[in-house]
């Protein structure tokens, strides 16, 4: 996973509460189990009329957007069925920062785990930052997770919360896989250990599985 400390970018908006999952990516997109490709399907039914063509007054679509990679949007974001391709498909198009003045809890957790920082703000930093974003594709945002601050060029400074756990994880860039493989060693020496010691029962187990 990508080490998350401070990062600084432009930003996209959606002003609008209670997005689901489902609007971030539908459900008939969710046929693969790999964390990439996901990004051309993120808010897809927005994004494209049936016949696959582009809707061009949706914020995505704008291509002074293509580059942003904050995104600020409503309350209750990612709420709805626990999907984990909803942050696969954002992390895909781009962005390593969400800001919403809250977010479903099962998003909330899924996005740490892959790389994406949730921030939730206060209304009415959110309402002013939505405002800002949705005046000027330039605007841009800097969110450092090691101060726990979000910043802009107008005058903005907010604190946010996040679990230190889970800030350590993206600081250090660490998936749950990575945070396995931190104990690689003392895993082998584990297996090594038991099969000196326990080894009957697994060659019992071995035997009555023929």
Known sequence: MRAFTVHSGTTAAIDMANIDTD???PKQFLTRIERTGYGEFL??????RPDGSKIETFILNDPERS?????ITG????CGSSREHAPWSLLDHGFRVVIAPGFADIFYNNSL???ILPVALPPDIV??????????AAYEVTVNLIDMTVTDDTGIAAGFDVDQFRRHCLINGLDDIGLTLQ????IAEYE????????FLTRSMHNSAR
């Open 23 to 25: 609007q971030i990516i």
């Open 43 to 48: 808010f897809h039914d927005w994004r494209y």
């Open 67 to 71: 580059g942003a990679t904050i995104l």
């Open 75 to 78: 309350d209750n974001f990612g």
């Open 113 to 115: 785990k892959n790389g």
């Open 127 to 136: 309402r002013i930052m939505i405002g800002r974003s949705i005046a000027s």
């Open 183 to 186: 104990h690689e060693k003392s």
């Open 192 to 199: 090594l250990r038991e099969r000196r010691e326990r080894g």
